[in-house]
């Protein structure tokens, strides 16, 4: 699968390495919203604000109208306030740098403890800003996981992490999963899905049951991950 969907986007690239705290951040920032909207609430929430405890003695609002072009600002400056206040209280500044000597489970275990993080976020940080193996679950990557019969559809965010991280072999963790969002905006879209287009249309559970229905119809089955 990944072979095949590096074959049609082209070499992998990986994200800059944000310091966690700033991962956590950018990660909340995310929800909901496109790359390139929560990459300009991000850069303006630093511009505006140099350190993070200005932007936990910020008033939420201030720091809301910085992240405004984020979507759902209100929000998301409640939870990066709560999230940084929580850091604080444990830590006694806001820096989780020490975390890079903890396992991955102890550090899974300290994230998904902050006010709002749930496994998605967990695994952004592990991978994004620790570089360890691991495979955020987003909203693209969960569709593609379903449709190509990883997973039932009804397993939920937290279950789908708990069965497609160790079912992903460690080296292509961060690849597969940068491939998977990047095919599920491009081709495996939620609506009208173009899988004519889809180089893993051999491969997908969804793609043969639609095919088979043309014909009549046929019973779905569950493949195991690659």
């Known amino acids: ?17 944000l310091p966690i705290v700033d991962e956590v951040v950018a990660t909340v920032l995310s929800q909901h919203t496109s790359d390139h ?19 936990l003695s910020a008033p939420a609002g201030a720091v809301a109208d910085a992240i405004r072009c984020g979507g ?9 306030k709560q999230i940084l206040a929580a850091i604080c209280e444990r830590e006694g500044r806001i820096d989780l740098s020490r975390l890079h000597d903890l396992d991955d489970g102890a550090v899974g275990e300290y994230l998904v403890s902050l006010p709002g993080v749930g496994p ?28 190509l019969g990883w997973i039932p559809p009804e397993t939920t965010s937290e279950r789908a992490h708990r069965i497609l991280g160790p079912a992903v072999p460690p080296g292509i ?12 905006r ?6 009208r899905p173009r899988c004519g287009a889809c180089v893993l249309r051999e491969e997908c559970a969804h793609g043969r ?10 019973s779905k089955s569950w493949p195991s991950v690659p």
């Open 186 to 191: 491009t081709v495996c879209r939620a609506q």
């Open 37 to 55: 909207n929560s990459g300009r609430a991000f850069a303006r929430l630093k511009a505006g604000f140099p350190d993070w405890e200005q932007v």
């Open 120 to 147: 998605k976020t967990a695994a952004c940080v592990l991978v994004f800003a620790m570089g360890r193996a691991a495979f955020p679950v987003d909203t693209h990557v969960h569709r593609v996981a379903v449709r």
């Open 1 to 17: 699968m990944q072979r095949l969907l590096r074959a049609s986007q082209g070499p992998f690239v990986a994200k800059p390495q």
């Open 209 to 218: 049951e639609t095919a088979s229905e043309k014909r009549a119809g046929s």
């Open 72 to 80: 759902i600002a209100d929000q998301k400056a409640r939870r990066i």
């Open 173 to 184: 963790r961060y690849d597969l999963h940068v491939a998977l969002i990047e095919h599920g």
